[in-house]
């Protein structure tokens, strides 16, 4: 049975015993000197595979797609001009594009 008198109480002294960690710095895929930024999901067959069977998945994911891309976008009165241009297969406007 434990002791439960705060009176005996004993106070450990870690900084012996745990180790302490270092990583070095690594690079983001943010802007850098590189031309264009590759990215490569080793997973995206299997997450595919659950969004194409699991029902229940898909709805998920394109609730939280529809909730996302129906917020809108906001832009310069330049880039929407050149965004009212972009049609897509002929009938789609940038919003179904985004979608």
Known sequence: ???NRIDAAVASDLTNVVKDYSVDTQETDGVSEQKETIQT???????????????EFKTA???FATWVVGRGWTASNRD???????TGWGEDNFQQILW
Request: proline share 11%; hydrophobic share 45%.
């Open 61 to 63: 994911i394109n609730s």
């Open 41 to 55: 999901y080793e997973k995206w067959p299997q997450y595919l595979a659950y969004w194409k069977t699991i029902p």
């Open 80 to 86: 929407v001009v050149i965004l009212d241009k972009i």
């Open 1 to 3: 049975m434990p002791d």
